[in-house]
């Protein structure tokens, strides 16, 4: 997974990289509230790991603001030696799905962590996954739309079933050419760009099947549901939410 940290303490975040980076995952780590949110807002994490005193504001206050700008529910598990009764509370209720007290003991911080992976992607063992009109065979690695298979590549077909698996997420080109090309970011970026542009094609992303593709400016894609529009009606921007 990728892993953003917030950490003011330069010990204390490079402990918490080295246990995440034993387990094979990747960890970026900021020393402000400010620094951390650019950086969550332009970049592509999984998962996000807080400590709540932090120079320039709170960690609360920083998951607030998360929660209020990011449209997807990110999995967040604050690590602080605050842990008070109402502290955890505070964390909870502002958005939090776990919480820790340090210093951080690595088996139960992986876990956690592990528990978390399994709790936001409950469909990774399915065989059959249902999208709208779209169904994909993991096992056969087959796509249908309206009960016809579609002719993909399997790049195609690898490209195709990690954005049904993150719709609604920013998803930046260094993670898509990281997670379905399995390369690192200084490959070119363009090869993402062909792949998407195709995809729209052939997986016939439009009001009509109910997704679409969408271009965040010198960012990403995102794969958005949208409203199905009736035979003659005219096209919308407007992404609605619509029920696997």
């Not at 650019?38 to 996000?48: G, I, M, T």
């Not at 909870?92 to 992607?121: F, H, Q, V």
């Not at 593709?213 to 949208?226: D, F, P, S, V, W």
Request: glycine residues 6%; negative net charge; charged residues 25%.
């Amino acid at each position: 997974m990728r892993i953003a940290l917030l950490e003011d303490e330069a010990e204390q975040a490079q402990h918490i990289q080295s246990i995440l980076a034993e387990k094979g995952h990747h960890c970026d780590a900021f020393g402000t509230g400010q620094s951390f949110l650019s950086a969550v807002q332009h970049r592509s994490y999984d998962l996000l790991v807080l400590d709540w005193q932090i120079p320039d504001m709170t960690g609360v206050d920083v998951l607030r603001q998360i929660r209020a700008q990011l449209d997807w529910p990110i999995p967040v598990v604050f690590l602080t030696q605050r842990d008070g009764e109402q502290d955890i509370v505070q964390a909870l209720d502002a958005g939090a799905d776990d919480y820790l007290s340090k210093p951080a003991r690595p088996a139960e911080l992986m876990a956690r962590i592990n528990a978390l992976a399994r709790r936001t992607n409950p469909d990774a063992d399915k065989e059959i996954l249902a999208y709208g009109p779209f169904r994909i065979d993991t096992r056969s690695r087959i796509i249908t739309l309206h009960g016809d298979a579609l002719t993909l590549t399997d790049k195609d077909f690898d490209l195709t079933l990690f954005l049904f698996k993150n719709q609604g997420r920013l998803l930046t080109r260094d993670v898509l050419l990281e997670r379905v090309w399995g390369v690192s970011r200084d490959i070119n970026t363009r090869t993402v760009d062909t792949h998407m542009s195709r995809l729209r094609r052939r997986l016939g992303l439009n009001p009509e099947n109910g997704f679409r593709i969408k271009t965040i400016y010198q960012r990403g894609y995102r794969l958005e549901a949208m409203a199905v529009a009736p035979a003659g009606a005219p096209e919308t921007d407007e992404p609605q939410a619509l029920d696997a």
